[in-house]
């Protein structure tokens, strides 16, 4: 009897960590067709911040979560996805990306473009004024399922988000991203918010472009 409940308390442990995983995906809806395959390169940091924590890895990481929430799309991070060196997933040229990442269906590629906190006063900044954060990125969403790769979206999304001066000012380095301390912020509620903007504007176009897809 003992050893009976000893093995559903693990079975019961093993499913809750697999229902909290950030990359729980699974390939088909439960109609039995299949989801849209997507992989999602390494996000680009343009800005200048030099926080302890990357915040690459960060916004990879909600993504994944928020992703995987919505239950739409199958992505596949095995951690082999990569940009090469020599090409720029901006540029005119998409020609490589379906030699780069076959077998997948679309391609997401991300670029933090604005990461910067601004206060409201025209003053000397000082730790008791307002100020706001404002977030951007650049989204480009490219479809390899035909044999010339084609651009299904792109667009830059961009955000403010307000701080109060009364509230007192996270230590950062201290509370950092993976700290239970960290999720209580500012900005990771800022993070939170713009991630579900830019998973909701790839989760769109990708299913809008499945749905039209003729073979």
């Known amino acids: 009897m003992l050893r009976s409940v000893i093995i559903l308390s693990c079975l019961f442990l093993f499913t809750s960590c697999r229902n909290n995983s950030p990359e729980e995906f699974t390939h088909y809806y439960e109609d039995g067709r299949a989801k849209p395959v997507v992989a999602i390169a390494p996000i680009i940091d343009s800005t200048m911040n030099n926080f302890s924590w990357s915040l690459s890895d960060e916004f990879k990481s909600l993504i994944l979560n928020r992703a995987s929430k919505k239950g739409s799309l199958f992505i596949k991070d095995d951690h082999e996805n990569f940009i090469p060196s020599s090409e720029n997933p901006f540029s005119e040229d998409i020609s490589w990306v379906k030699k780069e990442y ?71 380095d201290l509370n950092s991203w993976g700290t239970d301390a960290y999720h209580a912020t500012p900005m990771s509620t800022a993070h939170t918010k713009i991630t579900r903007e830019v998973v909701e504007r790839i989760n769109d176009y990708i299913l809008l472009a499945k749905s039209r897809w003729n073979g």
């Open 102 to 172: 076959a077998p997948f269906e679309f391609v997401v590629f991300l670029e933090l473009m604005e990461h910067d906190k601004v206060p409201i006063k025209k003053t000397n900044y000082h730790a008791n004024t307002s100020s706001n954060l404002n977030i951007s990125f650049r989204i480009r969403v490219i479809d390899i399922r035909s044999n010339e790769p084609k651009i299904v979206l792109q667009e830059v999304v961009n955000d403010s988000f307000f701080e109060a001066r009364n509230i007192i000012q996270p230590d950062y």
